[in-house]
């Protein structure tokens, strides 16, 4: 390819209690640098639903967005992880999708879901059967290019290190607190070499 990068449209998938405009400084950032960039409102987005029922709405977005034969990269934030996740794992996505990064995502859970009551808080709390089922089997994001973006300053993520695979990339910046995760520089631009990287 001689150096050249080549650069499939994203999707991002935000977390819960946001929307896509969460993502208005990443998206900026990454179209000018030469991506075709989008993203969807998940809905309900406060964790009323189950994530493999948000996860069914990335895969309807995806196949109405993007044709049959275009190979995308998906950036995941937080619960949109996890979402993305179901999605690569359950529902044929890892045949779409070459690279995937989940930024501040709770793989392993997080306390914090302890303080709601909705299905997806269920299912991110540590030790779910969600996230059991969905750990079991993580290798298959090993079919493509995975990174893990983390800050050791999540108050969100409970304890912080849940955000760490045994599998793909890992990326740990020093970004305090998990809002700051889609705006730091220091983040968009890890962002983007995650999703610069040749595909095996």
Not at 28 to 42: E, P
């Given at each position: 390819?001689?150096?050249?990068?080549?650069?499939?449209?994203?999707?991002?998938?935000?977390?819960?209690?946001?929307?896509?405009?969460?993502?208005?400084?990443?998206?900026?950032?990454?179209?000018?640098?030469?991506?075709?960039?989008?993203?969807?409102?998940?809905?309900?987005?406060?964790?009323?639903?189950?994530?493999?029922?948000?996860?069914?709405?990335?895969?309807?977005?995806?196949n109405k967005t993007f044709p049959p034969n275009c190979l995308i990269d998906i950036v995941g934030l937080s619960m949109g992880g996890?979402?993305?996740?179901?999605?690569?794992?359950?529902?044929?996505?890892?045949?779409?999708?070459?690279?995937?990064?989940?930024?501040?995502?709770?793989?392993?859970?997080?306390?914090?879901?302890?303080?709601?009551?909705?299905?997806?808080?269920i299912q991110m709390r540590p030790n779910s059967d969600f996230l059991q089922d969905l750990n079991r089997d993580a290798t298959v994001?090993?079919?493509?290019?995975?990174?893990?973006?983390?800050?050791?300053?999540?108050?969100?993520?409970?304890?912080?290190?849940?955000?760490?695979?045994?599998?793909?990339?890992?990326?740990?910046?020093?970004?305090?607190?998990?809002?700051?995760?889609?705006?730091?520089?220091?983040?968009?631009?890890?962002?983007?070499?995650?999703?610069?990287?040749?595909?095996?």
């Open positions: 390819m001689n150096g050249e990068i080549k650069r499939n449209p994203i999707l991002l998938v935000h977390g819960i209690f946001r929307k896509s405009g969460v993502f208005r400084q990443m998206s900026a950032y990454l179209t000018d640098l030469g991506w075709s960039v989008s993203a969807l409102d998940l809905t309900p987005n406060y964790g009323s639903i189950g994530l493999e029922e948000l996860a069914q709405q990335v895969a309807e977005y995806i996890l979402v993305t996740r179901y999605y690569l794992q359950r529902l044929g996505g890892s045949d779409r999708v070459q690279r995937f990064v989940a930024i501040s995502s709770p793989h392993n859970g997080t306390w914090m879901a302890y303080t709601l009551w909705g299905k997806a808080c994001l090993d079919r493509l290019n995975f990174t893990s973006i983390w800050t050791p300053w999540d108050f969100i993520i409970v304890p912080a290190a849940s955000s760490q695979m045994p599998v793909g990339q890992e990326v740990k910046l020093p970004v305090f607190a998990h809002a700051m995760m889609v705006r730091d520089s220091r983040s968009l631009q890890a962002v983007a070499e995650a999703l610069a990287k040749p595909v095996s």
